[in-house]
DNA sequence: TCTAACTTGTGAATGATTTCACAAGCACCC
DNA sequence: GGGTGCTTGTGAAATCATTCACAAGTTAGA
């Protein structure tokens, strides 16, 4: 299969939002336009995006939004639940344990970790906070692939290089800090304040 | 002056966290090579991203770390002390509010706000949570030009007009909606979800 | 059956970003 | 002072992403 470029893979999750939302309001069909009204993009794009996967649509018609919900989820890997697991039980791991767009979307916390023995053992909802030290022993029991990492920067490669230890492939790192990893695992980083940066950027810049 | 890409800025935000670290142990000087492998980039990336602003470094020697580092905080603006409102009590509202990455870097979260009376007026630190139609009348008292928007996906539209309306030109978007604003006001999403999206995607369809 | 009004899928063109490659500057040492 | 080893700054080339533009398919209505 060709590279899919990541911007792609973003746009094809916002679509998959809208069509999701027309489903739900007994929608029938959509057009590539109104999809790139929704993405903020353009019915070109909308096209081109989904063409590098196959057609789905009906010249002169649109798309049938059901097809195309459960094509996108495919597309996506959606339609399997993805166990997921969080490192970090403070501020910001706390807030992602609990909310629910993860599991409304198909990605259930499965179990939460931190290494202060204050944390754990405490419970929230139906999850208890569990030793660290036990994220290799636990692997076969929660066959989460997926980890969040939610500790402060300095713990972050430490953790990392726990987690691809015991097997996980792809981690979602809110820490403040670059990680290394082997290759066959990947990283996602999201950086509040460099979000932030970026917006102090354009607004000292704006007047040309 | 010439449009500069986002992934430039970003990367600049990047460079300018390694020279902190750098200066702080005491470095004097560091080349474009030692920034890429921070950055995850390449030296000639590096450079010409500079090279959009200026020629700071030495040839054969690399740049004051020191003078980059003030030229970089020069460029993304982060001279100043950003006042920064947060809207949203919930969760995620409350662990950004309490976030140091924020405060550490510039950015002061000078009021939070929410809608539910039974949080208004709640106290953490030193913030008390208002009640967000006060989102105006307390525009020139906090003087904010950026905000954080963290509520409920049903909400932001609504928070976002509010927010245009009070004199905001900057929102960082937690929320996981797509919102229209007026063309002076600048808009950054951080969508969880969609994250994790990404992650499911590229595991489902590495094998190629 | 014919026409009009839509809409998709996709090569080709354009635009943006990254990488290459190298001249030129600087420090150090003999 | 001249040679060696680094490193920057930057046009040019290559790669990657988006937009254009249009043939071809579909529906609906006369």
Same mark, same amino acid.
């Given at each position: 299969?060709? *590279? +899919? /470029?990541?911007?792609?893979?973003? *746009?094809?999750?916002?679509?998959?939002?809208?069509?999701? &939302? @027309?489903?739900?309001?007994?929608?029938?069909?959509?057009?590539?336009?109104?999809?790139? *009204?929704?993405? &903020?993009?353009?019915?070109?794009?909308?096209? =081109?995006?989904?063409?590098?996967?196959?057609?789905?649509? =009906?010249?002169?018609? $649109?798309?049938?939004?059901?097809?195309?919900?459960?094509?996108?989820? $495919?597309?996506?890997?959606?339609?399997?639940?993805?166990?997921?697991?969080?490192?970090?039980?403070?501020?910001?791991?706390? @807030?992602?344990?609990?909310?629910?767009?993860?599991?409304?979307?198909?990605?259930?916390?499965?179990?939460?970790?931190?290494?202060?023995?204050?944390?754990?053992?405490?419970?929230?909802?139906?999850?208890?906070?569990?030793? +660290?030290?036990?994220?290799?022993?636990? /692997?076969?029991?929660?066959?989460?692939?997926?980890?969040? +990492?939610?500790?402060?920067?300095?713990?972050?490669? &430490?953790? &990392?290089?726990?987690?691809?230890?015991?097997?996980?492939? /792809?981690? !979602?790192?809110?820490?403040?800090?670059?990680? *290394?990893?082997?290759?066959?695992?990947?990283?996602?980083?999201?950086?509040?304040?460099? %979000? !932030?940066?970026?917006?102090?950027?354009?607004?000292?810049?704006? %007047?040309?």
């Amino acid at each position: 299969m060709k *590279r +899919i /470029a990541d911007s792609t893979v973003r *746009r094809l999750s916002l679509y998959l939002r809208y069509l999701e &939302a @027309a489903g739900e309001s007994g929608q029938q069909t959509i057009s590539s336009g109104d999809l790139a *009204r929704f993405g &903020a993009t353009t019915s070109a794009q909308v096209r =081109k995006d989904l063409s590098f996967f196959g057609s789905f649509g =009906k010249r002169g018609l $649109g798309y049938s939004v059901a097809e195309l919900t459960s094509s996108l989820r $495919g597309i996506l890997g959606l339609e399997q639940e993805w166990p997921v697991i969080i490192v970090g039980a403070g501020k910001i791991g706390t @807030a992602l344990a609990q909310y629910h767009g993860f599991r409304d979307r198909g990605f259930r916390v499965v179990a939460v970790y931190d290494r202060d023995p204050r944390k754990i053992g405490t419970k929230w909802d139906s999850l208890t906070v569990r030793d +660290i030290e036990s994220l290799e022993s636990d /692997a076969a029991e929660t066959r989460a692939r997926i980890a969040v +990492i939610a500790t402060p920067a300095a713990q972050a490669q &430490a953790v &990392a290089d726990h987690l691809a230890h015991a097997g996980i492939r /792809a981690i !979602l790192n809110f820490a403040p800090a670059q990680i *290394r990893v082997p290759p066959e695992v990947l990283v996602r980083n999201v950086n509040m304040a460099l %979000e !932030l940066e970026g917006l102090s950027f354009a607004l000292t810049n704006r %007047e040309r």
